[in-house]
């Protein structure tokens, strides 16, 4: 079955100004219905190529997208290319980066999923780094650092006092310095 999408139809209501992603979603969700339906998408590298050169378009030049033409190359497209170029799309081509805590929602998120890995070792990474988020806090390091307020006369003394314990060591004149000079012979007076 060869899926057919006439792109001279608005959808609701609107005109080909609505742009490539409600079409692209018009016809991706056709081909899910057509899919419970009984057709069969095939995931192949065409596909892949097919959905990663639009996301590439999409990421380099964003308006391209919006041409007649790139609406009408929505018609051309293999039903299972639609659903992933459309998945790629919605998953990539919006800011992920709005606000701190939706990267944050979607890094646990991620994780979540990732303590159902058939891997043991990613099961237990993920659940480390799960216990490791500052809401969870399992596996929190925790550093405690002790201020102590002194006064400038309580500096003052405590700086005295090591002063004070400090020996002066320098010799009165060069004459009177013991030595050792390079061969290891003690010097002195010759």
Avoid at 42 to 68: G, H, I, K, M
Avoid at 75 to 82: D, E, N, R, V
Wanted: aromatic residues 2%.
């Amino acid at each position: 079955m060869e899926l057919k999408i006439d792109s001279d139809v608005p959808l609701d209501g609107g005109n080909s100004k609505d742009g490539y992603m409600p079409t692209l979603s018009a016809a991706a969700g056709t081909a899910r219905l057509l899919a419970e339906a009984g057709l069969e998408i095939v995931f192949n590298d065409d596909v892949l190529d097919d959905a990663a050169e639009t996301a590439r378009q999409a990421a380099r030049n964003p308006s391209a997208l919006q041409t007649r033409s790139a609406i009408k190359t929505i018609t051309k497209k293999t039903p299972a290319a639609l659903i992933l170029t459309e998945k790629i799309l919605n998953d990539y081509g919006h800011k992920i980066v709005e606000e701190a805590s939706q990267v944050r929602h979607m890094v646990v998120n991620k994780l979540i999923q990732e303590t159902e890995n058939p891997d043991a070792r990613i099961r237990v990474k993920a659940l480390e780094l799960l216990g490791k988020v500052s809401d969870v806090g399992l596996f929190t390091e925790k550093q405690e650092i002790t201020i102590t307020h002194q006064t400038s006369d309580d500096l003052r003394d405590r700086l005295r006092r090591k002063l004070q314990k400090m020996v002066d060591v320098t010799p009165e004149s060069v004459e009177d310095a013991d030595y050792v000079d390079e061969e290891g012979a003690e010097g002195g007076d010759e």
